[in-house]
């Protein structure tokens, strides 16, 4: 597997640059809305994510290079999990950077002056932490669960065939929470009305926050066996 991830960082050395200056925009722009940093590492793991996956699969398309990879010693198991480690490798990096320089920046505001909104942006308390953590933990658990639905459909049917079904795939994604609520009805509305109680108790957000972000990796695994099992039955 090691060997594959290789492979995929030199391929997404050349969308590096555009990957970045989206994910600067992007981030640019929410700060300047929304008047704080809380969003910067988990907007910068979701971008990673997603783009990074797309940009893989967009590559296996170009040239038969899907096809002219699996001459090379790599197995078709090897190439689905060594795109889905390096895609959770990466958009950990890009968080983990992203909070140093976010810290950098608040550290760089105590010390000297800045202009007022600026200022106002390296302000920060124990109430920005905690919502740090919180945008952090659910932007990740977004990422993670859109690359679960996108990876298996790329792997199935490539980039450009794939896209043509993701609206659809995401969609359903989208009202099936609302169908299930629908048809299982009062049981599942008392859980989730005890999930919030337990939110307003002391620790009871971080533990249904990190409840959900560890279901949101167990499915991001599962979904790397079924693109395994789909890939393998591809015929390129």
Known sequence: MLRMMKMELAVLK?????????????IVCLVAGMG?????????????????????????????????????????????????????????????????????????GSAVELPEFLANLAVWDNQQLEATLAASISCACIGLCMCSATLPAYFKFGMTKATQYLPFIMLFLSVAPFLVLGVIGGPLLDQVKGAIELAETTGGLGLIAFAALAISLAVYAASSFIAVRLYSARDL
């Open 36 to 108: 704080s940093l809380t969003s910067v590492p988990g907007v910068a793991f979701l971008m990673v994510t997603f783009s990074a996956s797309m940009s893989a699969s967009a590559y296996d398309d170009q040239n038969g290079w899907g096809s002219y990879r699996l001459v090379m010693p790599v197995t078709r198991r090897e190439v689905v999990q060594g795109r889905y480690a390096l895609n959770l490798l990466l958009a950990i990096a890009a968080a983990a950077v992203a909070a140093v320089l976010m810290t950098a920046f608040i550290a760089l």
């Open 14 to 26: 050349k969308y590096l640059k555009q990957i970045t200056f989206t994910m600067l925009i992007v």
